[in-house]
């Protein structure tokens, strides 16, 4: 059975850095692309993030490019966000998402994890 | 960028009634439109894809149509356990985009 368990949510001031990270289970990790998704508490969803299947091809949302990178190491079928430069505006259940097969394209996500929950505020 | 716009916001149905969710798209998508349900303090779960496949172990009261720009989900008699957000979402091209969501409450 296919798992995503993100872990690193926490309080931060603004301008303060965050990493997030995903652990998968349950499937041929390197075999997908993978990505993050966050979501205003009560509100809509927001792509941030995608990775292809070995790094080679990243993609990102224009509020959050140059300041998040995602990564990923596939020895230890892990996802990761760095945040930096962090603003209220980020505040939010980050999800992680499985994607397509290996190569970074536009798709949809067939397995999400239940989401780690950043906060920023001072 | 592609907006997606869901109606209605919230939608009040009885159980056993039919629910009608739409969502339509800023520039033609083709069929690359995904259904997701939310259950509160759940993780978004994929219903449909494709516009009109739905995903595994997904029941058949759901369905899904549309193409292009017009989309529809279309739920054929309401059970408890459907009462949740609906979010689409296009696939279509970059910047990958969700659509404001769409309450089915009970009425």
């Known amino acids: 059975e296919v798992e995503l368990v993100e872990s690193g949510g926490d309080l931060v001031q603004p301008g303060r850095s965050l990493r997030l990270s995903c652990a998968a289970f349950?499937?041929?990790?390197?075999?997908?692309?993978m990505h993050w998704v966050r979501q205003v508490p009560g509100k809509g969803l927001e792509w941030v993030s995608g990775?292809?299947?070995?790094?080679?091809?990243?993609g990102y949302a224009d509020s959050v490019k140059g300041r998040f990178t995602i990564s990923r190491d596939n020895a230890k079928n892990s996802l990761y966000l760095q945040m930096n430069s962090l603003r209220v505006e980020d505040m939010a259940l980050y999800f992680c998402?499985?994607?397509?097969?290996?190569?970074?394209?536009?798709?949809?996500?067939?397995?999400w994890g239940q989401g780690t929950l950043v906060t920023v505020s001072s | 960028e592609i907006v997606m716009t869901q109606s209605p916001a919230i939608l009040s149905v009885s159980p056993g009634e039919r629910a009608t969710l739409s969502c339509r798209a800023s520039?033609?998508?083709?069929?690359?439109l995904a259904w997701y349900q939310q259950r509160p303090g759940q993780a978004p779960r994929l219903l449909i894809y494709?516009?009109?496949t739905r995903a595994t172990g997904i029941p058949v009261r759901f369905s899904g149509s549309g193409s292009g720009t017009q989309f529809t989900l279309t739920i054929s008699s309401l059970q408890s356990e459907d009462f949740a957000v609906y979010f689409c979402?296009?696939?279509?091209?970059?910047?990958?985009?969700f659509g404001g969501g769409t309450k089915v409450e009970l009425k």
């Open positions: 998402a499985r994607g397509g097969r290996q190569q970074l394209v536009p798709t949809l996500f067939d397995h």
């Open positions: 349950g499937f041929t990790f390197d075999d997908y692309a």
């Open positions: 990775i292809s299947w070995n790094g080679g091809s990243i």
């Open positions: 520039q033609i998508v083709s069929t690359d």
């Open positions: 494709g516009a009109s």
């Open positions: 979402q296009q696939y279509y091209n970059w910047p990958l985009a």
